[in-house]
């Protein structure tokens, strides 16, 4: 049966750098037998507009029924005066909870063509190619209790609780361990033991679930450490798997150190690989309409979910393959442009990666 994937444009560069992924969907299909169907519905500040709230009752059902989902990006100034409840942004965290998506895999990778647009000397970076394995759905984010409250002494008092039940710890190393065994064999998690009870436990059964992998190289690492590796010698990690808070600052870290947002996917899996994909940039409301923002993100991010959800990796690394042709070209959005490359806008782009699909 043909695979079910639902579009979700959203707000500002979203629908722009979503056609061009569709596009890449649609060539793939008619050209490449990928067995697909695609259909499109309204999530975010688009959705606020034409329905009153972020993510429609209608949106969630052909989400639940579809095999994977693409997202482009949501929210923008004219929806901020709305309180925090009605956000574009709360759509995005109802599909993540109304779909159990824990696992979010974000990739790091920096093009060699790339180098320079990292804040970090070219050597240090140059080839870089992490994944880091984030839990999505648990931790000091959704622990109780939580809140602010007056003490004996009369003092304001904020708290949140950091908390894993050993089945949550267990689920994301599992998906972590399975990424390690399909790339170098080599799995780092990230934990700050030495304090934190909630995860010696995390570093406990971290180990436990090593047992079944004895292919994969474990190792363990402080978080405060790894943020310093990460810019230090990133390049000694390959997959890395940490709670919520922890994974949520080092991808933001890793992710900088591409020099680039726009180049960047992301995935967010449930426990039976079903996933939502989408680039880790925003709406970015200062380009929007203009043509210019970079769809390699987006077009990336369809590649993760072939690989991920479809299981097709010939045809994700036909699109990554043809990404790197383009950038070898030295076709460039306005972004990563650099001295001696040509600039191109939105379409443009897409359109090569599409012409470059079919390249040797
Ligand atoms: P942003 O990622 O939208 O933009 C940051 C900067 O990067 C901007 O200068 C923007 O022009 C640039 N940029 C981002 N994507 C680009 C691309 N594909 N090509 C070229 N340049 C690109 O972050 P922001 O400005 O902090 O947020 C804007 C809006 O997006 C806010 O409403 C925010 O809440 C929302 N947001 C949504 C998501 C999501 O949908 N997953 C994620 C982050 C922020």
New binding site residues.
């Given amino acids: 049966m043909s695979k079910q994937i639902l579009i979700l444009p959203?707000?500002?560069?979203?629908p722009e750098?979503v056609d061009e992924a569709v596009k890449i969907l649609a060539c793939l299909r008619d050209d490449y037998g990928l067995d697909i169907d695609m259909h499109e519905a309204l999530v975010?500040g688009a959705a606020i507009d034409a329905t009153g709230g972020p993510l429609p009752e209608a949106t969630l059902e052909l989400a639940r029924e579809a095999d994977a989902i693409l997202?482009?990006?949501?929210?923008?100034?004219k929806?901020?005066p709305l309180p925090y409840a009605v956000r574009?942004?709360r759509g995005?965290l109802g599909l993540r909870g109304g779909l159990g998506l824990f696992a979010n895999l974000r990739p790091a990778i920096l093009y060699p063509q790339l180098a320079a647009a990292s804040s970090l000397r070219p050597e240090i970076v140059a080839g870089l190619d992490i994944v880091i394995v984030r839990e999505l759905t648990g931790d000091i984010y959704f622990g109780k209790p939580r809140g602010v409250h007056i003490n004996e002494d009369g003092q304001r008092v904020g708290v949140n609780t950091m908390v894993y039940t050993e089945a949550e710890i267990r689920r994301i190393c599992r998906v972590a361990f399975d990424i390690a065994r399909k790339r170098n064999k080599s799995l780092c998690s990230v934990d700050k033991a030495n304090v934190l009870e909630s995860t010696e436990l995390w570093r406990e059964v971290a180990t436990e679930v090593g047992a079944e992998y004895p292919d994969v190289a474990l190792s363990h690492m402080y978080v405060d450490n790894c943020a310093m590796q990460l810019v230090r010698n990133p390049k000694q990690f390959d997959v890395i798997v940490t709670g919520n808070i922890f994974g949520d600052i080092l991808s933001d870290e890793a992710s900088m150190l591409t020099g680039s947002?726009?180049m960047l996917p992301s995935a967010s899996l449930d426990e039976h690989g079903k996933g939502m994909y989408?680039?880790?940039?925003?709406?970015?409301?200062?380009?929007a309409g203009k043509g210019?923002?970079?769809?390699?993100?987006?077009i990336l991010s369809v590649a993760m979910m072939l690989r991920y959800s479809f299981g097709d990796e010939d045809n994700a690394r036909r699109i990554e393959q043809a990404v790197t042709r383009v950038l070898d070209r030295g076709l460039r959005?306005?972004?990563i442009m650099s001295a001696g490359m040509r600039q191109v806008g939105t379409s443009e782009m897409g359109d090569a990666v599409l012409a470059a699909l079919g390249q040797e």
């Fill in positions: 959203g707000d500002g560069i979203g750098i975010g997202l482009g990006a949501v929210g923008g100034p929806w901020e574009p942004e995005l947002i726009g989408e680039p880790i940039h925003g709406s970015a409301p200062d380009i210019v923002a970079n769809p390699l993100a987006t959005t306005a972004d």
